[in-house]
Structures are given as C-alpha cells and as structure tokens.
T-cell receptor
Framework: ETGVTQSPTHLIKTRGQQVTLRCSSQ?????VSWYQQALGQGPQFIFQ???????GRGNFPPRFSGLQFPNYSSELNVNALELDDSALYLC?????????????FGEGSRLTVL | GNSVTQMEGPVTLSEEAFLTINCTYT??????LFWYVQYPGEGLQLLLK???ADDKGSNKGFEATYRKETTSFHLEKGSVQVSDSAVYFC????????????WGAGTKLIIKP
C-alpha cells in the first residue's frame, strides 16, 4: 500500500511569485484535503476535493486554488505569494471526507517566501 | 465558532513517568475528537479517536476519554518512553457542509532517559 507523497519537500520563492505543490493520495482514497501549518501552530484547513470537485473550503483567499485529477492526486496552487504564506503545506487523503478522522498525511512541502 | 485548546509545551518528563496532555474544546454540535501525533521528520498520524460522549479512545498505551460535561479530551499514558517524544495535536471534526478538522496548536513532548 503506497502512502501519501508530496513534492517538492522544500522550496523557496519570492513575494509575488506563484507556486504549485503536488500530492499523490493513498491508494483507494478518493478525498484529498490540504492544510497550512505555520511554525508552532496547528494545521489550518484550506480546502478539500472529493472525486475531482471542491467540496469544502476554509478561510483562505481565492489565490489559493487546487485541482484533483482522475487518479485522485491533487495540486495546490498559490498565486501572488505573500511573506505570510511561508508554512508547511500538508496533504491528507481519506475515504469519504476528512471528518471521519481517518486522515493519512504526507510529510508536507515546506514553503519559504522571501 | 468551534475551537480546540491544548496545554502549551514543551512538556519534559523522565522515562516511565505518567503523562497527561490537556485538551479542551468548544463546539456547537456533537463533534468527534482526535489525537494526532507527529514524530520528528515524519507526517501526522492518527493516534486515537472518540466519536461520542464517554467513549474512550486508546492506542499504543495512550488513552483519552470524551468528556462532554467538561468539554475535554485529555491524553494520558501510564509510563512514557523516549520513543514517545513527538508533537501531539488534539483535533475535532466540524461539519460545515463538509467535514474538516479543527486543530489545537500542538504540544511538544520530550522524554528524557
């Protein structure tokens, strides 16, 4: 059974640039959630995709967008990067929605915005 | 809105000590409650969960009981090991048209041999 994998693991961008983060979900999982974790804080829900449709969004501006592909892998795109976007971005896959609690996380992509 | 509050860390204990990490929550409905753990250099893993009042979740010697009257879900372990050193997150499920997890800030646990 393949776990959740994310890429890249680390990246550095400058303010105003755009970034794409990628996630391969665990085999058999049809739901992907993205979270932002700032240093020393708990994760914050960005959005969730279920069968290629966004079906939930947290308190993040529209410059945070995503996609889910037919194989249930996913992308997180962030446009017009700001310094406060520096964080660990976590992808989690699950079956049927993140509220079941059975989330399987990748190790994250650490984004630094200079 | 719904929220989760955890005791601040780091918590430093000696091996074989008793552990309690406090977690309290605010919720309007009947959430499920979770503890996740993040070992150094690894992703988040579900440690245990409880889906209704008075349920006790347990795993790897850790336990937590869903206390609706005190809105708490404290994590306990009778005898900690160095390998338990990690960051522990308390979370609740929140249905707002979809399910999402609301997280505490995390508590870093350091176990000294």
């Amino acid at each position: 059974e393949t776990g959740v994998t994310q890429s890249p693991t680390h990246l550095i961008k400058t303010r105003g640039q755009q970034v794409t983060l990628r996630c391969s979900s665990q085999s058999g999982h049809n739901t992907v959630s993205w979270y932002q974790q700032a240093l020393g804080q708990g994760p914050q829900f960005i959005f969730q995709y279920y069968r290629e449709e966004e079906n939930g969004r947290g308190n993040f501006p529209p410059r945070f967008s995503g996609l889910q592909f037919p194989n249930y892998s996913s992308e997180l795109n962030v446009n017009a990067l700001e310094l406060d976007d520096s964080a660990l971005y976590l992808c989690a896959s699950s079956l049927g929605g993140s509220g079941t609690g059975e989330l399987f996380f990748g190790e994250g992509s650490r984004l630094t915005v200079l | 809105g719904n929220s989760v509050t955890q005791m601040e860390g780091p918590v430093t204990l000696s091996e074989e000590a008793f552990l309690t990490i406090n977690c309290t929550y605010t919720a309007t409905g009947y959430p499920s409650l979770f503890w996740y753990v993040q070992y150094p250099g690894e992703g988040l893993q579900l440690l245990l969960k409880a889906t209704k009042a008075d349920d006790k979740g347990s795993n790897k010697g850790f336990e937590a009981t869903y206390r609706k009257e005190t809105t708490s879900f404290h994590l306990e372990k009778g005898s900690v090991q160095v390998s338990d050193s990690a960051v522990y997150f308390c979370a609740l499920s929140d249905y707002v048209g979809n399910y999402q997890l609301i997280w505490g800030a995390g508590t870093k646990l350091i176990i000294k041999p």
